[in-house]
């Protein structure tokens, strides 16, 4: 089972919301991310969570705030966007590093997020 | 220089061909190299992982890998019309868990 599952698959949201997203595993992997993803770009990463700690931020803006609660469970909360973040939202996963590999990254299909 | 890169195509075969990508890397400390597949409007989809250097062969997919020149290739053989899709080369960079995509190259394969 290679199954990474995100929800929700679509999101509209004005500039004053505050919502969240959510991305669940059950491969035992303890390395996660979040990647943004425009139209005919590849994904870019925004965040990498290794062992439930946040282990590389890429200077992502402050109105989106990444959560691991357990191994499983991955949040991104986004607060006061901009229409320019709409975009393809995906979550990954993977083993955590053994020795000096990480193994493949599993990608959930994605959140549609529009900010109008 | 781009951490990782791509040439971004269209890479056009007609079926049955052998369709090549290619990806170059500029971190010499990384270890970990993956191919996946997006079909428009879908997620990457992992088609091969390759450590070592060589070729690795799964299928019709033949990945290879030279780190003293920091390429990575994919070869398809027998390419089919539903190959047609983005491929995106992806480095873990330096082995830091900074999985970097390149930009991706997109192949058409004609009936």
């Known amino acids: 089972d290679t199954e990474v599952t995100q929800t929700p698959k679509h999101l509209v949201m004005g500039m004053t919301n505050k919502k969240s997203l959510k991305c669940e595993q059950h491969?035992?992997?303890?390395?996660m991310y979040w990647y943004k993803q425009k139209a005919k770009k590849p994904p870019e990463l925004m965040f990498v969570y290794s062992y439930e700690k946040l282990s590389i931020n890429e200077s992502v803006p402050s109105r989106f705030s990444p959560e691991c609660p357990n191994s499983s469970l991955l949040n991104l909360h986004l607060h006061a966007l901009q229409p320019e973040d709409s975009a393809l939202y995906l979550c990954a996963s993977s083993q955590a590093p053994s020795g000096t590999d990480y193994t493949e990254a599993f990608f959930g299909q994605g959140t549609r997020l529009t900010v109008v | 220089q781009k951490e990782v890169e791509q040439n971004s195509g269209p890479l056009s075969v007609p079926e049955g061909a052998i369709a090549s990508l290619n990806c170059t890397y500029s971190?010499?400390?990384?270890?970990?190299f993956f191919w996946y597949r997006q079909y428009s409007g879908k997620s990457p989809e992992l088609i091969m992982s390759?450590?070592?250097?060589g070729d690795k062969e799964d299928g019709r997919f033949t990945a290879q890998l030279n780190k003293a020149s920091q390429y990575v290739s994919l070869l398809i053989r027998d390419s089919q019309p539903s190959d047609s899709a983005t491929y995106l080369c992806?480095?873990?960079?330096?082995?830091?868990?900074?999985?970097?995509f390149g930009q991706g190259t997109t192949l058409q394969v004609k009936p």
């Open positions: 992806a480095v873990n960079i330096g082995n830091t868990g900074k999985l970097i």
């Open positions: 390759i450590y070592s250097n």
């Open positions: 971190d010499r400390g990384s270890q970990s």
């Open positions: 491969m035992g992997h303890r390395a």
